[in-house]
């Protein structure tokens, strides 16, 4: 079991960078890919981006694409995603999440997660 705590949420009114932070507790952090995922009110939770194992691949919703960057730091078990450009539509609820099983490829389905992160919210006004 893995523990996961992000980090870097903000209300932000205009659409400069944020990058959000998700640091893993378990030391096998680098043997699963890992996803962002986020839910906005009233809306299912949706996939965001995700990363293989060793952040040789990456994959994101069309939506964020060309705006958002997933990156991860395997030595200091931290996920990350950069933020350009944001939208107000972008105001969710974000989570990390890791595979269910390591060295899975970068799912771009949310049932391809567990161990949730507890979120932190995003919100951008318009």
């Known amino acids: 079991h893995v523990q996961l705590v992000e980090s870097g949420g903000r209300l932000l009114q205009a659409a400069p960078p944020l990058t959000l932070s998700c640091a893993a507790s378990a030391r096998t952090f680098s043997s699963y890919a890992m996803g962002w995922l986020r839910q906005a009110p009233g809306k299912e939770r949706e996939f965001v981006a995700a990363i293989t194992w060793s952040g040789g691949r990456t994959n994101y919703v069309d939506s964020v694409k060309g705006r958002f960057t997933i990156s991860r730091d395997n030595d200091k078990n931290t996920l990350y995603l950069q933020m350009n450009s944001l939208k107000p539509e972008d105001t969710a609820v974000y989570y990390c999440?890791?595979?269910?099983?390591?060295?899975?490829?970068?799912?771009?389905?949310?049932?391809?997660?567990?161990?949730w992160g507890q979120g932190t919210q995003v919100t951008v006004s318009s």
């Open positions: 999440a890791a595979a269910k099983l390591p060295r899975m490829p970068p799912s771009m389905s949310i049932y391809a997660y567990d161990n």
